[in-house]
């Protein structure tokens, strides 16, 4: 459990320096080769993001930050869930575990869209009207707190292997840097990696204005569920350097502001939120 416990540590532990090198790496490549010009201040996204992320990451510290792992141990000691049960091989399992995981995100991810009082915590990550490596964290806490909790229950059910969840943890942690980063892959090399990874154009597209687009490409690592699903787009209506990106309502400068952030899940628009089917391209 302490040696667990180190190595989740963002302070000193492993993900840290990967968190870190990745926003490092993931800025210059903004600053030297960006997609598309940003619309809104820098200065005011970047201090209101980056404070959401400080407070979210505060109270999940305060509160139930290590639920997830906490469960994991747990199961793993005293033999609970799926994973558990069957005669996997130790790494069969840690790798049934990381795959079971992403899964269960892309689900939570799609109920997040789908049901009216959860969009309207899961919003604020869409409402940003520029996307760059700040967007990755910008959540609300509400919506980590419900996140944390559900992802608990999953490894629950599963037995995912406390490993499984701290490859994915970093995995993500990392990945979601650069999939909301404001530059592009070479063409070639992003219909490759999309095959395996979710690249930042695939991901891109989720950003959009256009609800179609906003509601497909749930996925958070590996792209096979959208496509599985058929919540894939491949590409925006609009080009990527053309898109709209953000949503049709809080577009207003002042929206950008720490406190209307935390406001906005009690925030009411006149914009709906219909569900629709989004396109299939190949």
Not at 26 to 40: G, I, N, S, Y
Not at 140 to 167: I, K, R, Y
Request: proline letters at 6%; charged letters at 15%; a negative charge.
């Amino acid at each position: 459990m302490d040696i667990l416990t180190q190595l989740l540590d963002r302070e000193t532990g492993i993900t840290g320096p990967l968190f870190w090198g990745g926003i490092i790496v993931v800025a210059l490549w903004e600053v030297l080769l960006p997609l598309r010009p940003l619309t809104h201040s820098v200065m005011v996204r970047w201090l209101s993001n980056i404070g959401i992320a400080v407070f979210t990451y505060a109270l999940l510290r305060w509160t139930i930050g290590f639920l997830t792992f906490d469960v994991a141990i747990a199961a793993e000691q005293h033999g609970w869930g799926l994973l558990h049960m069957s005669a996997f091989s130790p790494w069969a399992a840690v790798v049934l575990g990381l795959l079971w995981l992403d899964l269960v995100s892309y689900v939570i991810h799609q109920v997040f869209h789908r049901i009216p009082v959860l969009w309207r915590v899961h919003r604020l990550h869409h409402s940003d009207p520029d996307v760059d490596f700040t967007t990755a964290r910008r959540h609300h806490p509400f919506e980590s707190l419900l996140v944390l909790a559900l992802t608990a229950l999953a490894v629950l059910t599963a037995g995912a292997p406390p490993l499984s969840l701290l490859l994915w943890w970093t995995i993500i942690g990392v990945l979601a840097l650069f999939q909301h980063g404001n530059f592009a892959l070479p063409d070639g090399l992003d219909r490759v990696l999309r095959w395996v990874i979710v690249t930042p154009a695939m991901h891109r597209v989720h950003h959009s204005a256009l609800r179609s687009e906003t509601d497909s490409n749930y996925g958070q690592v590996f792209p096979w569920w959208d496509r599985l699903f058929r919540t894939y787009c491949a590409h925006p209506e609009g080009g990527y350097e053309g898109m709209t990106l953000g949503l049709e309502y809080f577009r207003e400068p002042e929206e950008q502001y720490f406190h209307r952030l935390l406001l906005q899940p009690f925030l009411t628009t006149e914009a709906s939120h219909p569900i629709e089917t989004p396109r299939q391209n190949g």
